[in-house]
């Protein structure tokens, strides 16, 4: 599958913005779907993942109560509402996708290796 991040972009601290992952192929609706994200200097880090039901979603503490995962297979596209947004969510954010049926842990367990599609990332910058 094929992924297209977008919906990035330079919001103020306590805004709000939503992030769109596009993707092509028949089986989307089989698919594991997550967020990551790489700060400046800093590696790439779990968001939040969801699966292909849409029915578990998980997220990472930092953003957990602000950031909302969900789909919609009939667009094949995910999406990331992000409010409340703080200067430590500055990153570039990056959607991944891999069949569900090939985790061989629980999701709330997924690593970045897990994943084996990646959009092209899309970036978020929050002032202060």
């Known amino acids: 599958v094929q992924l297209q991040a977008s919906g990035g972009g330079l919001v103020q601290a306590g805004g709000s913005l939503r992030l769109s992952c596009a993707a092509s192929?028949?089986?989307?609706?089989?698919?594991?779907m997550a967020w990551f994200r790489q700060p400046p200097g800093k590696e790439r880090e779990f968001v939040a993942v969801i699966s292909w039901s849409g029915g578990s979603k998980y997220y990472a503490h930092p953003v957990k109560g602000r950031f909302t995962i969900s789909r919609d297979n009939a667009k094949n596209t995910m999406y990331l509402q992000m409010n409340n947004l703080e200067p430590e969510d500055t990153a570039v954010y990056y959607c991944?996708?891999?069949?569900?049926?090939?985790?061989?842990?629980?999701?709330?367990?997924?690593?970045?290796?897990?994943?084996?599609?990646w959009g092209q990332g899309t970036q978020v910058t929050v002032s202060s």
């Open positions: 991944a996708a891999e069949s569900e049926s090939s985790f061989k842990a629980p999701l709330w367990a997924a690593l970045e290796a897990d994943f084996g599609s």
């Open positions: 192929g028949r089986t989307f609706s089989s698919y594991a």
